[in-house]
């Protein structure tokens, strides 16, 4: 079952061009990405450990997260790509998490509603790569698979939403958080990064 929202803007041709241009620095902030999105599952666990009904969920999005990121790992390791060494703050998450609104309930559920979108944001991209990628059908097939994984998590977060709001409190915020992000990832410089 489908939770989460459809994107609010597509991201433009420009942006996988930029990203096939130059594959190397592209998996090597992928993996950030990945490594990023385990510790960001681990911190709703360590912020809300009230929050019980969805720690099991949280644990396992962390673990599925930490395996994304082994797998980028492999594939870097086996074209002899190193991992970053210094970790530029990724803009786009920083302009998302200045839209949350500040008192603890709203947060919560603006925290969970954004990662829905990261998410979903994730999922959208990964099957820009995969469809573009030619010559490797390996690479294609991981691509696939992330795609698939991370549309999973798009819905897991809302669904958590909905453990403690009604809908009507998650829906309309979902749609304003999505509308917020489409401005956001239209005026971001064109990387060859996730975001
Ligand atoms: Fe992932
Ligand atoms: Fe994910």
């Not at 720690?55 to 395996?67: F, Q």
């Amino acid at each position: 079952m489908k939770y989460s929202l459809e994107l609010a803007a597509a991201t433009r041709p420009e942006w996988t061009q930029t990203v096939m241009s130059d594959f190397p620095a592209f998996l090597r902030d992928h993996a950030d990405c990945e490594r990023k999105a385990s510790a960001m599952a681990m911190s709703f666990v360590a912020k809300y450990p009230d929050r019980t009904e969805i720690i099991p969920e949280l644990i396992e999005t962390g673990v599925e997260e930490l395996e994304h990121f082994r797998q980028v790992y492999a594939h870097m390791a086996k074209r002899g790509i190193r991992l970053a060494r210094e970790i530029a703050e990724d803009p786009y998450i920083k302009k998302l998490v200045d839209l949350c609104r500040t008192d603890p309930l709203h947060r919560f559920l603006d925290r969970l509603l954004l990662a829905s979108i990261i998410e979903c944001r994730g999922a959208e991209r990964f099957r820009l790569v995969c469809n573009a990628i030619e010559n490797d059908a390996e690479l294609k097939e991981f691509y696939h698979h992330l795609w698939t994984s991370e549309a999973k998590h798009g819905n897991i977060f809302v669904k958590m939403a909905l453990t403690y709001f009604d809908e009507g409190n998650v829906y309309p915020r979902l749609k304003e958080l999505n509308e917020a992000e489409g401005r956001i990832v239209e005026t971001l410089k064109l990387r060859p990064a996730l975001h």
